[in-house]
């Protein structure tokens, strides 16, 4: 059984290009949360989904930020016009219902350089 | 604000050693409170905590959780190289939708041979 599985690893883009960071899920699972961690700082939330719904989208910033998770394929993480201030890595957790803490699994992230 | 604050927010120790890592927290309608280690890439699960004074132990490692107080710690015995990694603690709470972690800036320990 496959971890949770991070697209890509490593992704550079230019200020004002967009960033598509895609995040499957183990096996089974159908909920899909993102995190973000900036350099020095810890994970901080940004969204929750399951599968065709978002459930909590609180920490995620209002504009330029969306989020996925359709009924096929991983879901997606949408940065549009990016800044240099979302150079961060982007981790994804999956778990297999609604629980949270040790039933998340996370992926090994993605970590995002705007130039 | 809620937040979880973590200390020290570095630690070298040689082979071992043992270390006590802190975490406290201010959060509004606590559920548990989590505590994992990264190493280069995902954060790995060691522990989850919803009881004051039950502690948990897997191997080396062991946790605690004061509600009153409003803190936990981690301990390691014995420490090795393997051990070098941060180590973050996170808390769940009732507020937002379960899955909302809030998690501490973590705890980067150095483990020197």
């Known amino acids: 059984n496959a971890g949770v599985m991070q697209n890509p690893r490593h992704l550079v883009r230019r200020r004002g290009q967009e960033a598509r960071l895609r995040c499957s899920p183990m096996k089974g699972h159908s909920h899909v949360y993102w995190y973000r961690q900036l350099p020095e700082e810890g994970l901080k939330f940004m969204v929750y989904l399951q599968k065709e719904n978002i459930i909590d989208e609180s920490g995620m910033p209002k504009e330029r930020f969306s989020a996925e998770f359709p009924k096929e394929g991983p879901s997606i993480l949408r940065i549009q016009q990016v800044v240099r201030g979302d150079s961060a890595a982007y981790f994804c957790?999956?778990?297999?219902?609604?629980?949270?803490?040790?039933?998340?699994?996370f992926g090994p992230g993605t970590r995002l350089t705007v130039t | 604000e809620d937040k979880v604050v973590q200390s020290p927010l570095s630690l070298v120790v040689h082979e071992g050693d043992t270390v006590t890592l802190n975490c406290s927290y201010e959060?509004?309608?606590?559920?548990?409170l989590l505590w994992y280690k990264q190493e280069k890439k995902a954060p790995t699960f060691l522990f989850m905590l919803?009881?004051?004074?039950i502690e948990k132990k897997s191997g080396r490692l062991s946790s605690i959780l004061d509600k009153k107080e409003l803190f936990s710690i981690l301990n390691i015995t014995a420490t090795q190289t393997g051990d070098s990694a941060v180590y973050l603690c996170?808390?769940?709470?009732?507020?937002?939708?379960?899955?909302?972690?809030?998690f501490g800036k973590g705890t980067k320990l150095s483990v020197k041979p």
């Open positions: 919803t009881s004051s004074g």
């Open positions: 959060v509004t309608n606590f559920r548990s």
């Open positions: 957790a999956s778990s297999p219902q609604d629980r949270a803490g040790n039933e998340q699994y």
């Open positions: 996170a808390v769940e709470w009732y507020g937002g939708s379960q899955g909302n972690l809030i």
